[in-house]
């Protein structure tokens, strides 16, 4: 069993930053890849960025690509996301999650940890 929780979110202007942190509580946390994934008011949750259980490999929506970054600590047991040149269209409940793998995966569907989520909201 895997329990995630987010931290770092809140209100920015445009063009700011913000870190997301989420805690795992888990033995093993180097056992599992991990990934960031949102939910605007209205919208289905999609897939922001992933990470492998080493770091080694990250993938990124193309949407965040260039001004988001995906990293972890294992010793800490905790992964980032650090959010760079925020846009209003960025505002969104962010989720931690992570799936019964190594290798890290877009697929939300292979989610089967979250977390409760932290909001991210960006103001013009």
């Known amino acids: 069993q895997v329990q995630l929780v987010e931290s770092g979110g809140g209100l920015v202007q445009a063009g700011g930053s913000l870190r997301l942190s989420c805690s795992a509580s888990?033995?093993?946390?180097?056992?599992?890849?991990m990934g960031w994934f949102r939910q605007a008011p209205g919208k289905e949750r999609e897939f922001v960025a992933a990470i492998s259980w080493s770091g080694g490999t990250t993938y990124y929506a193309d949407s965040v690509q260039g001004r988001f970054t995906i990293s972890r600590d294992n010793a800490k047991n905790t992964l980032y996301l650090q959010m760079n040149s925020l846009k209003p269209e960025d505002t969104a409940v962010y989720y931690c999650a992570a799936p019964p793998t190594l290798r890290a995966t877009v697929r939300l569907e292979t989610y089967i940890y979250w977390g409760q989520g932290t909001q991210v909201t960006v103001s013009s």
């Open positions: 888990v033995r093993t946390f180097s056992s599992y890849a």
